[in-house]
């Protein structure tokens, strides 16, 4: 299974990032790459030459320096005397969940080679792509939680009953279904047909908003089969969708 590339969270990074690397000459000043790393909220900077790629000038690198000076001159000094000369570097491809060894031991790494930088990535980079991507998963899981209360709150005392009365049909005509054991069993059409055949069960509210309530349920439907088969990820619209149907089912919940 194909995972997620530097790449990956690089091209996620690009809407708040230059789309080239922000780097300091091997010649600058210390104060000209503190300048530059507040500026842009840099913890790191690459730093190049006519060469390629020297090395990274880093808070960290800065601060040893300073340490070890009496009287350090950071406007004349370059940044040749603060520089890590062996970052490491990935390609574009790189899996991303390769990295959590190097992110346990180090703040970034740079994609690309020492010839041809592409950018750089960090924890934040990582961290940050990683919830954005699971996001959705978790919000679905919580949507299907808030249904299964709100069924087994409702229709506690004959839920089995129910779930046998609500699919029995579906079963007696589809060889390929079976009747879900339990709650924890249902998909999105389980949930669907299970609100529509016991709606007076429920409260009020869901009966008035039915055909609201189905449309979601459906949208959320494609939503998860196209997230749990990596066919695509989530947009901006199923995000919307998404935050719709959890605020509307964990409201429910919350009001029961």
Known sequence: ????????????SEANTPDDPVTVSL??????????MLAED????????????????????IARYVKSIDEP???EVSVKIALNTSPKFVEPEHDIFDLIDTFAEDDFVLIGDSDELVGILTRYDILYFIEYRVEPFLKIGEIEEALRHLFRSCC????????????????EHDDGYDIPENLDRFSFDDYR???????????PRLSREQEMVES?????RDTRNALFHFRSEAGEVDRDQLDLAHGYFTGIVRGL
């Open 42 to 61: 840099f913890d790191q900077l690459p730093v190049v030459s006519d060469q390629g790629v020297e090395g990274t000038v880093t808070y960290k690198t």
């Open 216 to 220: 979601l349920l459906e949208d959320i």
């Open 27 to 36: 010649d600058d000043s210390i104060q000209d790459a503190l300048t530059t």
């Open 156 to 171: 506690d005392d004959d839920l089995d009953q129910r779930i046998e009365e609500t699919f029995s049909d579906r079963a």
């Open 73 to 75: 001159d950071v406007g």
């Open 193 to 203: 047909m299970f609100m529509v055949r016991n709606i007076e069960q429920l409260p």
């Open 1 to 12: 299974m194909e995972f997620f590339t530097a790449d990956d969270v690089l091209s996620y």
